[in-house]
């Protein structure tokens, strides 16, 4: 109930947000296909063999399913296809108690934990964990960051989503780079990238957030609906059941009587 009563809510933050984060995903993703990377750190491809930082989002509490199962199993799969393409360690961001209980008990590499944001998901947590993703992306020993969560698509069906957060990605398809915009900066390239570039990465953290949250309810919804409905049926299973059981006790001690009345 209480999951329904805020499902609309996170809906629409989430319907409400997806369209400008997708078109700012797709406006750097065109700028990095342009734009010489070394214009800005957070665009130029590190060719150095460093580990990549995952970072994880699950939700602080139970009772919703297969989510938080799904996404840590979606981050192990990563973790597994990195670790013996790269021969290295996969570092990790930790967001939500859930994924932060399974990872840590398993001795993983945790560079950055969080949890009890989703009362109440503000742009502030957001910033503070793609902050602590470009110090680490500009340190030494990090050159890709990613995003594992569970993206909402309806109330009863989430998706599991593995995306490249940093270096920021640029156009796959040739005719599409070929096709892109050019563009004009007013001020300086470097002025510019230096302030939009880390709100971009920003304002992507929130969408992954969001699309989180939302699909968490609408899990939890769902899931506590279906365990509702199995609890009902075992009952009427189980009443039917004691109703057979009764009449059979019944009809047995009515033989005994007729039977002890006709030996008398």
Same mark, same amino acid.
């Given at each position: 109930?209480?999951?329904?009563?805020?499902?609309?809510?996170?809906?629409?933050?989430?319907?409400?947000?997806?369209?400008?984060?997708?078109?700012?995903?797709?406006?750097?993703?065109?700028?990095?296909?342009?734009?010489?990377?070394?214009?800005?750190?957070?665009?130029?491809? #590190?060719?150095?063999? @460093?580990?990549? =930082?995952?970072?994880?989002?699950?939700? !602080?509490?139970? +009772?919703?399913? /297969? &989510?938080?199962?799904?996404?840590?199993?979606?981050?192990?799969?990563?973790?597994?296809?990195?670790?013996?393409?790269? #021969?290295?360690?996969? @570092?990790?961001? =930790?967001?939500?108690?859930?994924?932060? !209980?399974?990872? +840590?008990?398993? /001795? &993983?590499?945790?560079?950055?934990?969080?949890?009890?944001?989703?009362?109440?998901?503000?742009?502030?947590?957001?910033?503070?964990?793609?902050?602590?993703?470009?110090?680490?992306?500009?340190?030494?020993?990090?050159?890709?960051?990613?995003?594992?969560?569970?993206?909402?698509?309806?109330?009863?069906?989430?998706?599991?989503?593995?995306?490249?957060?940093?270096?920021?990605?640029?156009?796959?398809?040739?005719?599409?780079?070929?096709?892109?915009?050019?563009?004009?900066?007013?001020?300086?390239?470097?002025?510019?990238?230096?302030?939009?570039?880390?709100?971009?990465?920003?304002?992507?953290?929130?969408?992954?957030?969001?699309?989180?949250?939302?699909?968490?309810?609408?899990?939890?919804?769902?899931?506590?609906?279906?365990?509702?409905?199995?609890?009902?049926?075992?009952?009427?299973?189980?009443?039917?059941?004691?109703?057979?059981?009764?009449?059979?006790?019944?009809?047995?001690?009515?033989?005994?009587?007729?039977?002890?009345?006709?030996?008398?």
């Amino acid at each position: 109930m209480v999951s329904s009563s805020k499902l609309r809510r996170a809906q629409e933050r989430i319907l409400s947000s997806r369209p400008y984060a997708q078109e700012l995903l797709r406006v750097f993703n065109n700028l990095a296909t342009r734009v010489d990377p070394a214009a800005h750190p957070l665009l130029r491809k #590190d060719p150095r063999p @460093a580990r990549t =930082l995952l970072v994880v989002i699950t939700a !602080d509490r139970g +009772l919703c399913g /297969g &989510f938080n199962t799904n996404v840590i199993k979606g981050a192990s799969q990563f973790i597994t296809e990195q670790g013996s393409a790269t #021969d290295r360690e996969v @570092a990790l961001a =930790l967001v939500g108690r859930k994924g932060r !209980d399974f990872f +840590l008990r398993r /001795g &993983f590499d945790v560079l950055y934990e969080e949890s009890g944001l989703f009362q109440n998901v503000t742009f502030a947590h957001a910033q503070a964990i793609a902050k602590s993703c470009i110090d680490e992306f500009l340190g030494p020993d990090i050159s890709s960051v990613y995003l594992v969560y569970n993206e909402f698509r309806s109330v009863i069906s989430q998706r599991v989503v593995v995306e490249r957060l940093l270096p920021i990605p640029k156009l796959e398809s040739a005719s599409a780079a070929m096709d892109s915009v050019d563009y004009l900066f007013e001020p300086s390239p470097a002025e510019l990238l230096n302030t939009l570039l880390p709100y971009h990465v920003s304002i992507q953290v929130m969408r992954a957030l969001l699309e989180s949250s939302a699909a968490e309810h609408a899990a939890r919804m769902t899931a506590m609906d279906a365990a509702t409905r199995n609890a009902k049926d075992m009952v009427d299973r189980l009443t039917l059941y004691m109703n057979k059981v009764r009449q059979a006790s019944i009809t047995r001690e009515i033989i005994e009587i007729v039977a002890g009345a006709q030996s008398v």
